[in-house]
């Protein structure tokens, strides 16, 4: 399966990229609660952030849980088949989407999905968040990001900050 090791090492990036993002979420939202209280002018903006990260965290979460079942499915080498008709998925449509487990027909529709379908999130990741000019942390993200791109990956992302 040699055909999908790209898409194989785009996986991992990403989830590296995510397990990063979420370990920062959850400590800045600590810090944020507990300040809501004392910025009223500020109210409906922490909101909408809050909301925003919330969203975001939820997506976080089932984007690894697709990653997990994408690499498992090249592992076992039943990657890139269309989990409803079995047809082959196009690699043009694995490469926007790796964690793609139908055609383009049979993919379900992002309806609960609060920040963007799933497709772009992935093409945009680190290049043009939705949220980037609410929420600098996503910069943030990216920097640190790059900075593990450039160590490889013997340092683990505490040694970066
Ligand atoms: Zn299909």
Request: aromatic residues 4%.
């Given at each position: 399966?040699?055909?999908?090791?790209?898409?194989?090492?785009?996986?991992?990036?990403?989830?590296?990229?995510?397990?990063?993002?979420?370990?920062?979420?959850?400590?800045?939202e600590t810090t944020e609660l507990s300040n809501i209280d004392n910025h009223p002018a500020d109210n409906?903006?922490?909101?909408?952030?809050?909301?925003?990260?919330?969203?975001?965290?939820?997506?976080?979460?089932?984007?690894?849980e697709d990653i997990h079942i994408a690499?498992?499915?090249?592992d076992g080498g039943t990657y890139g088949v269309c989990s409803e008709c079995s047809a082959e998925i196009p690699y043009e449509r694995l490469e926007a989407v790796p964690t793609a487990t139908t055609c383009v027909e049979h993919a379900p529709q992002a309806v609960?999905?609060?920040?963007?379908?799933?497709?772009?999130?992935?093409?945009?990741?680190t290049t043009d968040q939705p949220v980037d000019n609410e929420d600098s942390r996503i910069r943030d993200y990216e920097n640190s990001f790059d900075d593990l791109e450039e160590v490889g990956s013997s340092d683990t992302p505490?040694?970066?900050?």
């Open positions: 399966m040699a055909k999908y090791d790209q898409l194989k090492n785009t996986l991992n990036k990403r989830l590296g990229e995510l397990e990063k993002s979420m370990e920062s979420d959850e400590e800045f409906a903006t922490d909101l909408t952030d809050k909301h925003t990260r919330l969203a975001l965290r939820k997506h976080y979460k089932e984007e690894l690499l498992k499915a090249i609960d999905e609060s920040i963007r379908p799933v497709e772009e999130s992935l093409l945009n990741a505490s040694d970066k900050q």
